[in-house]
């Protein structure tokens, strides 16, 4: 597992990598529209600030409408940001369907998707998990991610190709962290869904790619780095135990 980080370093790290990847200029995304889910807090809200500060117009989104209005407006303060918001719940058809929808009226087209959100309701050993936990795991972290591009496929074919990025997790590289299992599993299907749709979209001129943080400072984690002796267990993965 690689070591914590703040959100804010996350999103630094973001920043050089794109530095270090690609060339000077900061705007290399203009004229490209992003949906990110699950991006009003945490490792969503640094990735849409990224994509645009990058120069994409990025639609914001997740379950509370408060917390929609906040991220918004934080986006719009910062120089340059074209940012728009929309309450979804990954889980229900008619909230994705609408957040696609609010996408197209607002700013034409969709080229990037970064599919961010997940649930963890349990945690113990995998063989005590409830089935409605299990169902709610794969329902948000797995079927909602799938649904979700399979409608923006067709959209970004239109427009010549796009990207899709999945978010994973070191969980679902090595699920060996105790009392995640069945999210482990969850995150571990995202990366075969990456890789079939990666195959599938090509021809179509569409990126299909995943990320998969370490552990990353958040309230998502908490459970994790609030405890020293999950925090423990954690670093006794890491080779360089930080
Ligand atoms: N933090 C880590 O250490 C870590 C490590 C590896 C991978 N990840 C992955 O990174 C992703 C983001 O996690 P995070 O740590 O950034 O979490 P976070 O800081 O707790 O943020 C969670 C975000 O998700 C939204 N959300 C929650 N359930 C949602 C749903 N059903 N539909 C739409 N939005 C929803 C929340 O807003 P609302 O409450 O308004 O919905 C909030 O904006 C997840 O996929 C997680 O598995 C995290």
Redesign the pocket.
Known sequence: MSRRVS?SRFSGTLRSLRMSTTAASSRSLEGKVAVV?????????AIAKQLAHDGAKVMI????QD??IDAVSKLEKEQGCTVKGVV????KTEHRRNLIKETLDTFGGIDILVS????NPTFGPILETPEESWEKIFD??VKSAFLLAKDVVPLMKKRGGGSIVF?????GLQPSLQGLGAYSVS?TALLGLTKVLANECAHMGVRVNCV?????K????GA?WQSESLTEAALAQIPLRR
Not at 61 to 64: P, Y
Not at 88 to 91: D, F, K, Y
Not at 212 to 216: D, Q
Request: glycine content about 10%; some cysteine.
């Open positions: 959100v889910t699950a991006s009003t807090e945490g490792i969503g809200f989104s997740s379950r509370k917390k929609v979804c719940h990954v889980g961010n959100a997940a649930a948000i972290n978010v994973s997790s070191i969980a995150k998969a943080p370490g552990i990353i958040t309230k998502f984690s994790l």
